[in-house]
T-cell receptor, first 115, second 119 residues
Framework: GAGVSQSPRYKVTKRGQDVALRCDPISGHVSLYWYRQALGQGPEFLTYFNYEAQQDKSGLPNDRFSAERPEGSISTLTIQRTEQRDSAMYRC?????????????FGPGTRLTVT | KQEVTQIPAALSVPEGENLVLNCSFTDSAIYNLQWFRQDPGKGLTSLLLIQSSQREQTSGRLNASLDKSSGRSTLYIAASQPGDSATYLCAVRKGFLNAGGTSYGKLTFGQGTILTVHP
């Protein structure tokens, strides 16, 4: 079946603009996760949802970053007033349930470049 | 704070060799450990998931072991092939308390091992 999809795959924006990154999880998956990955590093946790409820947002770096999943399916990660340091690969993952025993399945990522 | 370290950072081997990738973590109170493969321009592919109660998992030419008490995991790749060339990441999962209760969602990743298998 279809895996996790993300759009756009590439986004170039100018400093100060807002961007919205979209994630469509595997159908039926309860939990959805956002990570950010810098070049040469492993992904770093940002936030996650069970259904539409945001369970943990401890990884969001500051209040310019926000995420929502209003109907418990597609999620949007929004970055306001982008800065060059926000440039990274943003990855989304989903899993069948939120409990720790389940694998997380990752999408292809969105490469964000802030100029 | 959980820290995950992978050694070596890069590895280049001839085709056919058996090899071992290492992952260590500082907090042994984990729920599970997951090994991923990352190919350029693509997402992360889950290879193996080891629950904290398990010692090892096998899938084809891959075998992952977990020694939770010592904070270590190894990924063994048998008879390596050029198609195995990729970055391999390990990630651990641990519950922790936050304002909303106990969170189980966070994976903490190592920085990865870049594997090159040459013909």
């Amino acid at each position: 079946g279809a895996g996790v999809s993300q759009s756009p795959r590439y986004k170039v924006t100018k400093r100060g603009q807002d961007v919205a990154l979209r994630c469509d999880p595997i159908s039926g998956h309860v939990s959805l996760y956002w990570y950010r990955q810098a070049l040469g590093q492993g992904p770093e946790f940002l936030t996650y949802f069970n259904y539409e409820a945001q369970q943990d947002k401890s990884g969001l770096p500051n209040d310019r970053f926000s995420a929502e999943r209003p109907e418990g399916s597609i999620s949007t990660l929004t970055i306001q007033r982008t800065e060059q340091r926000d440039s990274a690969m943003y990855r989304c993952a989903s899993s069948p349930q939120g409990e720790a025993t389940y694998e997380q399945y990752f999408g292809p990522g969105t490469r964000l470049t802030v100029t | 704070k959980q820290e995950v370290t992978q050694i070596p950072a890069a590895l280049s081997v001839p085709e056919g060799e058996n090899l071992v990738l290492n992952c260590s973590f500082t907090d042994s109170a984990i729920y599970n450990l997951q090994w991923f493969r990352q190919d350029p321009g693509k997402g992360l592919t889950s290879l193996l998931l080891i629950q904290s109660s398990q010692r090892e998992q096998t899938s084809g030419r891959l075998n992952a072991s977990l020694d939770k008490s010592s904070g270590r995991s190894t990924l063994y790749i048998a008879a390596s092939q050029p198609g195995d060339s990729a970055t391999y990441l390990c990630a651990v999962r641990k519950g922790f308390l936050n304002a909303g209760g106990t969170s189980y969602g966070k994976l903490t990743f190592g920085q990865g091992t870049i594997l090159t298998v040459h013909p």
